[in-house]
């Protein structure tokens, strides 16, 4: 299914960063969203949860409703957002030939929801692929940090935190782990960053790997 969705994915070049939180991915979108443009492209940059109006009201309760939602009544919002998403914003936008330039897809769903909150990482992916008809992006970004690391800049922030930010320690880890398997698993979609690098550095290692593909 995948492969014969896959190749009728048009023109434009697909883009997602991936990598747990506070590893500096909103930093490094603006970056390369600047250097594209100045490149003559014409970038889309958006991001899941909440890319689109349906997505803005999905994106508030997935991540500001203040009791539980049910493990898998999470991964089917974080993917209703997703199908929303993608056949309203970004496929038109690659039809069009636009570079989509996306913070966080369903790599994350796999990893926080299937990793984090333990459910079947399989089940997880497969669910956003139906979500989206089978739709992958030409490359996945996973800038990886340990959660550590990640934890002292999310606190000099100083931003209150949503509900999977203020998860426990062992769930970032198991959410990094996943991602690293991920990008094992796929290395000819993922490239896989040191996000302890300086921002300067990580974004030419980010822009060297999109050059090639423009
Ligand atoms: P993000 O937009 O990166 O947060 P911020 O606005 O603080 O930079 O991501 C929001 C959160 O949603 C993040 O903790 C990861 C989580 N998330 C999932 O759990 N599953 C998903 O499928 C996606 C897309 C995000």
Do not use: C, N
Request: hydrophobic share 45%.
């Amino acid at each position: 299914m995948t492969e014969a969705v896959a190749s009728s994915v048009p023109r434009g070049v697909w883009i997602t960063l991936e990598g747990g939180d506070g590893s500096g991915k909103t930093t490094q979108a603006a970056l390369l969203e600047q250097w594209l443009h100045a490149q003559g492209r014409t970038v889309v940059r958006t991001r899941e949860p909440g890319g689109t109006e349906v997505g803005v009201l999905v994106r508030d309760i997935v991540l500001h409703h203040r009791g539980d939602v049910a493990p898998r009544a999470e991964a089917l919002l974080y993917a209703a957002d997703r199908a929303h998403h993608v056949a309203t914003l970004v496929r038109p936008a690659l039809e069009r030939g636009d570079i989509v330039l996306q913070d966080r897809y369903l790599d994350s769903s796999v990893a926080y929801q299937g990793a984090g909150r333990v459910l079947d990482a399989g089940e997880v992916r497969e669910l956003s692929l139906w979500a989206t008809e089978g739709a992958l992006p030409d490359l996945t970004v996973l800038l990886d940090l340990d959660p550590a690391t990640a934890r002292t800049r999310l606190d000099a922030a100083d931003k209150p935190f949503d509900r999977l930010e203020a998860e426990a320690a062992e769930f970032h880890a198991r959410v990094r782990a996943a991602f690293l398997e991920l990008a094992a698993a796929e290395p000819d979609r993922f490239v896989v960053l040191d996000a302890s690098l300086p921002v300067d550095d990580l974004a030419a290692a980010i822009r060297a790997r999109v050059a090639a593909l423009l």
